[in-house]
């Protein structure tokens, strides 16, 4: 069998993968460590039985529900390509509009960054590899999550992040950041997307939060006022259709200039705001 005639196999995907040609040669571009270009100019190269067995079982566990980033390992964000696995949430296109608004705001040349819940790493190493001069903190509740941001970090050979577990603030000493950012969990106990699709196979704790998907919210919203530097900047990933919730918090924390930005989607996605600190009596 060559090339254009295995990845005829997308059809088999279409009920369950708006990409599925894309997912196909993902994982063909995989087993055969090339590159999308090489499928499009080698289309006619014979494939080894051995391939085609090995394409054939990733097929089956994508047909199953199984996302792509994790039977290939890999995930591209922003500019880096990250290591996944099931220890942590997959990086999404959306939350690259996280980075996207950090970097348009008037920051320290030197600031200090804090990003809370950081997963695979990706919204911290996007941060640091685009500001050199920043300092990076980033912290993650799973062990496993933590080792893995780590090696991301060492494969993207970033000297200016560090990266320890805590809960939220809990590990994490008083002192005060120019901005803090966060993709917490936000999706509602018993939404019925959680047995749906990719995210089925995705850990839980890194997705729910409490019946309104706003516990974690709520309570990194409220913390974060005592560890911001006078001026500093609040930033956070939420549900579409939590902006006004999500709004209200930031205000009743003390949050001036706040606002909701929108995804590509046109639906809203992260909301900011600036903190001062209460006049001195």
Known sequence: MIISQLLQSAVQLNHLSDTARLDCEL???????????YLKTRPD????????????QLLERRIAGEPVAYLIGTQGFWTLDLKVSPDTLIPRPETELLVETALE???????????????????ALALATEQSRW??????????????????????????VEIFQSHWFAEIALQQFDLIVSNPPYI?????HLTQGDVRFEPASALVSGPQGLDDLRLLIAQSVDYLADGGWLMV????????AVRELFEQAGFGLVETR?????????????YSLPPAH
């Open 27 to 37: 994982l063909l571009c995989y087993l055969l460590n090339v590159d999308r270009t």
């Open 45 to 56: 190269r014979e494939l080894t039985e051995a391939v085609q067995e090995q394409f054939q």
């Open 105 to 123: 705001l008037e920051l320290p040349e030197q600031s200090k960054v804090l990003d809370l819940g950081t997963g695979t790493g990706a919204i």
């Open 135 to 160: 300092r990076v903190s980033a912290v993650e509740l799973m062990p496993g999550a933590v080792e893995l941001a780590k090696v991301n970090c060492q494969h993207c050979q970033l000297e200016n």
């Open 188 to 192: 509602e106990t018993d939404d019925a």
């Open 237 to 244: 990933e939420h549900g579409y259709q939590q902006g006004a």
């Open 262 to 274: 929108l995804d590509l989607n046109s639906l809203e996605r992260i909301t900011l705001g600036r």
